[in-house]
């Protein structure tokens, strides 16, 4: 099992540029989620979505979207980037209440 | 919504001590608390959760206690390793799914 993985490792962007971050997981979960993590700051939560074909808002949604494909995959589209999303970007995923797990991240640089 | 406070946010302890990271949170409806583990440019790992049904956890040299009537946890770490120097995070679930995050707490271990 591959678990949660992200694609890409890392990326810089032009204010204005647009991109998508991947993730899938192989390990089943109903549930997926996008944070980002900024220094002193914890994770906070973009995006989530609870089952396959629902999404909903987290803390920070703004200058974001999110499609859920399919249950093993779940993007992140920054539409219009800007240098305030410079950040380090985890997807996560679990089974009902239980413990996340997150993959190993995106480092997202936009100049 | 739910906050989750966490203290302290850095903490040095001598080989062989132990360390004690203490949370609270403020909606009562939150009843998953799960403790996490990032090592400096690594994800976050899960090392150990409660229900509120619960009022303490052990798994080898970490546990975590809940005081429910309190709105208070912690996380324990007994005979600290070099190993164990990273950033902890706390959180709490007040709906189905949706962690809140702690801003978290830089561990070092000193030998």
């Known amino acids: 099992n591959a678990g949660v993985t992200q694609t890409p490792k890392f990326q810089v962007l032009k204010t204005g540029q647009s991109m998508t971050l991947q993730c899938a997981q192989d390990m089943n979960h109903n549930s997926m989620y996008w944070y980002r993590q900024d220094p002193g700051m914890g994770l906070r939560l973009i995006y989530y979505s609870a089952s396959e074909g629902t999404t909903d808002k987290g803390e920070v949604p703004n200058g974001y979207n999110v499609s859920r494909l399919n249950k093993r995959e779940f993007s992140l589209r920054l539409e219009s980037a800007a240098p305030s999303q410079t950040s380090v970007y985890f997807c996560a995923s679990s089974r009902g209440l239980m413990g996340q797990y997150f993959g190993p991240g995106t480092r997202l640089l936009v100049l | 919504g739910e906050n989750v406070e966490q203290h302290p946010s850095t903490l040095s302890v001598q080989e062989g001590d132990s360390a004690v990271i203490k949370c609270t949170y403020s909606d009562s409806a939150s009843n998953y608390f799960p403790w996490y583990k990032q090592e400096l440019g690594k994800r976050p790992q899960l090392i150990i959760d409660i229900r509120s049904n619960v009022g303490e956890k052990k798994d080898q040299r970490i546990a975590v206690t809940l005081n429910k009537t309190a709105k208070h946890f912690s996380l324990h770490i007994t005979e600290t390793q070099p190993e164990d120097s990273a950033v902890y995070f706390c959180?709490?679930?007040?709906?189905?799914?949706?962690?809140?995050f702690g801003a978290g707490t830089i561990l070092r271990v000193k030998s």
């Open positions: 959180a709490a679930d007040p709906s189905l799914n949706k962690l809140v």
